[in-house]
């Protein structure tokens, strides 16, 4: 079975969300990577506890963890991911991190947006 890597904030998770989980782990054993504190300083954010929970609590994920407040590239290597889903309007971080998928030959699947769901549109 392949493992695969996806991540984010998850301040407040929506259907979009949770399509994405849903097609990331059709495609394998799934663990979440949730954004450290560090990298996630908006005003409604919800700590790293109480997102790690909620995701746990959809029952889609086999793994939540919280992420490095250093770099994406140790997380990637510690998990050893055969493939990384990002969302919509995510890329990946740092130069690090994409020589380090190249030279493990990681597949990166860019997944398209899903509706008109987002956090963004949650707040109006």
């Known amino acids: 079975m392949k493992t695969v890597l996806t991540g984010g904030k998850f301040n407040k998770i929506h259907p979009g969300h949770v399509w994405l989980l849903k097609k990331a782990k059709s ?7 949730l954004a450290h504190e560090k ?8 700590p790293a506890a109480r997102r790690k929970k909620a995701l746990k609590d959809l029952g889609i994920a086999d793994k939540v963890v919280v992420g490095s407040s250093k ?14 889903v ?10 690090e991190t994409g020589d380090y998928i190249r030279e493990k030959k990681i ?8 509706g ?6 949650m707040k109006k």
């Open 27 to 33: 495609l394998g054993y799934l663990i979440v990577v």
């Open 107 to 114: 597949i990166v699947i860019k997944m398209k947006k899903h």
């Open 39 to 46: 990298h996630n300083r908006r005003s409604y954010a919800v």
């Open 86 to 95: 990002l969302g919509y309007d995510q890329k990946l971080p740092d130069i």
């Open 71 to 84: 770099s994406f590239v140790g997380v990637v290597k510690k998990h050893k991911p055969d493939i990384i």
């Open 116 to 121: 008109t769901h987002s956090t963004r549109a």
